[in-house]
């Protein structure tokens, strides 16, 4: 943890009580991505700055010399965005409940993490004054040495769903922990996968992790719990999930991955702006492509078209997007269908390509449909003879079976 | 055209005849792609090198200081690579007969077209000494102000097909060119759609013009010519085609094509190949992605990860493209499912949020819900009044009917 971020000194108990009380708080005060908020705790550490809004409430004016002897000088133009925010703060601030909140945590046996716990997830300080205050979490720690975030729509096709499950199961064997939003289609899926792998999944909620948002997926978000992995919200519980929390929402899934890939979002959706969050952390997005007919994938190839993400179409490829430079490469192709010429040089090739299967010819009339001079031709039929693929008969030289198609098996022309 | 490429006076007409008459000797003489070939016509002319290369066939010994004088020094390598070469075209030289190439030419209707014709595509000067010597053309000229390639798998799916036929349709109907292989599959679709949308096309065949290949696609190609469009090769009508000349003629469909599309294409394909020669000619490359599921999108798929194609899923895109840069750019993307609230600034969104359509709620809690300031509240809903989004009712505020999703319609708050 470095200081800026963190300014608690880890040996100071009562300090870090007061800042874990102190960052309760400010979720509960504080919109997702309130950057003033984020700014102040950011310069003064959560329980000064708390101490200074509560005094700017209270009495009803800003004490800007207290402030800026933490936070430095601030010219006219922060000031004013101070005090529009503690404006913004007051009508919440008389409705502050901190041991309400504490006891709906208990209620529903979750637990406060703040930076500096082991529970923390690191990656949450690339967002710098964006970083949520704390993490409310029901179930394991949210964090994880590698994971990847598959996001995508709730409008999702069966196409779409079975890729999201067959990625999340097989990353899950590979040990990745899987990331997602917790809601209908790709999102549940990619849960759904996970839990399939035998793996971890976190899911990262808009409102507060007491109430299962959407409904319908209450019994999945339990077995995630269950297997080990975990609920997460910024916002206390009993907070209802907003169309802005929903967007908020999004940084945090892409901030505590190490890679997101969509696979099927709209033309503007949650899942592309998840990815987007991803790209400005600088960490590396995936696209899985569909058809260009289903309008299920137009988000995805959008951001393929647009560079924001990669294309990605199986485990292999995500594990290598998502993994440590040199680490997690993705295996080299299936090899398809390998014909016993691929590795043939191309003059080889063209003396192949002169003989017939059923048609004896001599070497000048292979030479003549090679376009290569009589030596080469020479040359290059006892090669293929070698490999099995020419054969000399009577009256010259004719093409064997094992021309045809098959796979794997490969020799080279040495 | 400039002088390296056609080294001959266009006021000069025995010297264009017999460059023309030399030509056709050559494009029956060397392979498609024997950069030997290609070089010494380069450095020499069609004339003057063939005339070289009958000396050196006949007395069967290369004349340097001759060959010198035209094309500057030559090392040891580059000297072993001639004489290679001539003892390759040996055993060919034997068989020419131009008379023979000509009547058959006659026969079906095809013309020689060499460069500095009205009906030679300049795009072909552009692969230096791997252009072709000349053109056997059937039809009209395979020139175009606006063409792209679209090719793809032989083995493609109903998607692709139907993928194909829209872009050739719309593309064609927009007075793009389609340009493609005339084989079964994507070829065969990316034809069909041209025809289908009253434009032009031409297919570029990797044997004689004679021929119609593969056989089963005769009826189309002859609907191609009947249509305006051509069929044309690089080695003379009764030439068969052959493995080798298939990949080589995939470098004469993206040298004459503006930019290169691919539909489906297997890991490993010929039309794989075609887009690495557009990229290699710094042409644009586009693929077109469909299922990860689908073998026949795997080829598309690996263009686009590994950046070789841009990712085109429309006829728009594809003309984008394809086009001069600042003309044809696609249009703005179909909005999609627009909503009311899109073009809301975040507050207004909050506030907006913060509204129910059943329960009224007073400025103060519409503030504390949106995490705004009353003042702010009471701003947003004055405007979101304004635009028809928020009514004002007896115990304070509700969200209207019109934040439903509707199309198109937008208005902008201001």
Chains 1, 2 share one sequence.
Not at 403 to 408: A, F, I, N, V, Y
Request: charged letters at 25%; one cysteine or more.
């Amino acid at each position: 943890m470095s200081a800026p971020h963190h300014p608690v000194d880890p040996d100071d108990h009562t300090g870090r009580e007061s800042d874990r009380h102190a960052r309760a708080v400010w979720s509960a005060l504080a919109e997702p991505g309130d950057t003033v908020a984020g700014a102040l705790v950011q310069a003064c550490g959560a329980t000064s700055s708390l101490a200074w809004v509560a005094d700017a409430v209270e009495s009803g004016r800003a004490d800007w010399s207290r402030l800026e002897e933490a936070a430095g000088e601030l010219d006219a133009t922060l000031r004013r965005r101070v005090d529009a925010a503690v404006t913004r703060w007051t009508p919440r601030w008389r409705s502050l409940d901190p041991d309400r909140d504490r006891a709906a945590a208990a209620r529903c046996g979750a637990r406060l993490v703040v930076p500096g716990d082991a529970a923390w997830p690191n990656g949450l300080d690339d967002l710098g004054a964006l970083a949520p205050f704390a993490l409310w979490v029901r179930g394991g720690p949210p964090t994880a040495t590698r994971s990847v975030a598959i996001v995508g729509a709730r409008a999702s096709t069966t196409y779409g769903e079975r890729v999201t499950v067959d990625l999340a199961v097989e990353l899950a064997r590979q040990g990745w922990v899987v990331v997602s939003g917790g809601a209908y289609g790709i999102d549940a899926a990619a849960h759904r996968g996970a839990l399939l792998g035998g793996g971890t999944t976190h899911v990262v909620l808009a409102g507060g992790v007491d109430r299962a948002y959407p409904v319908g997926n209450a019994p999945l978000l339990e077995e995630v719990v269950r297997a080990g992995g975990s609920l997460v919200s910024e916002v206390p519980p009993g907070s209802t999930p907003s169309r802005g929390r929903f967007l908020q929402r999004n940084r945090l899934i892409a901030a505590v991955s190490h890679a997101t890939v969509v696979v099927e979002a709209a033309w503007r959706s949650g899942a592309a702006s998840t990815a987007h969050h991803a790209a400005r952390l600088l960490r590396p997005v995936g696209a899985v492509p569909g058809p260009v007919t289903s309008a299920a994938s137009a988000g995805c190839h959008r951001l393929l078209r647009d560079g924001v993400a990669v294309c990605v179409t199986d485990a292999a490829e995500v594990a290598e997007l998502a993994g440590a430079v040199g680490r997690d490469l993705a295996p080299a192709p299936a090899p398809g269908a390998t014909r016993a010429t691929d590795d043939l040089d191309p003059l080889a090739r063209r003396v192949h390509d002169g003989l017939s299967r059923r048609t004896a010819r001599d070497v000048e009339q292979v030479a003549a449909r090679a376009g290569a001079n009589v030596v080469e031709a020479r040359a290059m039929l006892g090669l293929l003879e070698l490999e099995g693929l020419a054969r000399r008969v009577p009256a010259g030289w004719v093409v064997t079976d094992r021309h045809e198609e098959r796979r794997g098996e490969k020799k080279r022309l040495s």
